[in-house]
């Protein structure tokens, strides 16, 4: 299984101020079309998680666009340009170029 | 509005049976793969199943090969996953997760259904 790995596992971060979250994959996640099929999720306290970007920088529908993503290969990055207070919670990355899709550990992004 | 809910989860006995159902609105169910991702308590995610659209391929977690079964019905736009043999290790949240129909991997959650193994 492709094994991910997220840094740092927690974030205190001040209103209004960038949030930065890596994740790296144990393996290229460059599947057989070209695409490479790396996602970001945010997961609130009681609530399923949602998906914010996929394919490395696609936002997905409703998704501010104060989230960014980037990043190639094995090495990939989540950008919240200016975070906000509903922004809290955990944020992971996932894999779906093999199955089983794996998750990251999950980063938790409080305010400081 | 696209939506998954979720129902069948309770509270089971180790190496009893339990099966998950997950009813699907607001899109052409049949076009699309779907998973089953569950999350143990305080825990990470754990992809446990998937189908593609027309039930002919599925694929399962090696946590569970063997015990759980993912199925659908197209006609009744639901998803299934029949669990059996289940384990302390099986108690998690269990969440219906549509695949995209554009891209390899997942859009949509369900708010989850909750299954607890204990004796």
């Known amino acids: 299984d492709i094994v991910m790995t997220q840094t740092p596992l927690s974030s205190p971060v001040t209103l209004g101020q960038p949030a930065s979250i890596s994740c790296r994959s144990s393996q290229s996640l460059v599947y057989s079309d070209g695409n490479t099929y790396l996602s970001w999720l945010h997961q609130r306290p009681g609530q399923p998680p949602r998906l914010l970007i996929y394919k490395v920088s696609d936002r997905f529908s409703g998704v501010p666009d104060r989230f960014s993503g980037s990043g190639a290969g094995t090495d990939f990055t989540l950008k919240i340009s200016r975070v906000e207070a509903e922004d809290v919670g955990l944020y992971y990355c996932?894999?779906?170029?093999?199955?089983?899709?794996?998750f990251g550990q999950g980063t938790k992004l409080e305010i400081k | 509005e696209v939506q998954l809910v979720e129902s069948g989860g309770g509270l089971i006995q180790p190496g009893g049976s339990l099966r998950l159902s997950c009813a699907a609105s607001?899109?052409?169910?049949?076009?699309?793969?779907m998973h089953w991702v569950r999350q143990a308590p305080g825990k990470g995610l754990e992809c446990v199943a998937r189908?593609?659209?027309?039930?002919?391929?599925?694929h399962y977690a090696d946590s569970v090969k063997g015990r759980f079964t993912i199925s659908r019905d197209n006609a009744k736009n639901t998803l299934y996953l029949q669990m059996n043999s289940l384990r302390g290790e099986d108690t998690a949240v269990y969440y219906c997760?549509?695949?995209?129909?554009?891209?390899?991997?997942?859009?949509?959650w369900g708010q989850g259904t909750t299954v607890t193994v204990s004796s």
């Open positions: 189908i593609e659209s027309d039930a002919i391929y599925t």
């Open positions: 607001g899109f052409t169910f049949s076009i699309h793969w």
């Open positions: 997760v549509r695949g995209s129909s554009d891209w390899v991997g997942m859009d949509v």
């Open positions: 996932m894999q779906s170029t093999q199955f089983p899709h794996t």
